[in-house]
């Protein structure tokens, strides 16, 4: 989890691809980490301006 890479202990709910699917990740459990919302929305976001 990505908080845990970042010494913080949160629990996880969303489940998130490492790389999204619209960059070419897959659906396979390897590419998949679970976030706390806070981390979700702020990866999301940075996802979607890369995109742009």
């Given at each position: ?20 699917l ?23 976001a ?7």
């Open positions: 989890m990505q908080c845990l890479r970042e010494g913080r202990t949160t629990v996880g709910y969303p489940v998130d691809h490492i790389i999204a619209a960059d070419g990740g897959t659906d396979d459990d390897d590419n998949k980490e679970t976030l706390c919302q806070p981390c979700h929305d702020a990866k999301s940075r996802e979607a301006r890369q995109r742009a």
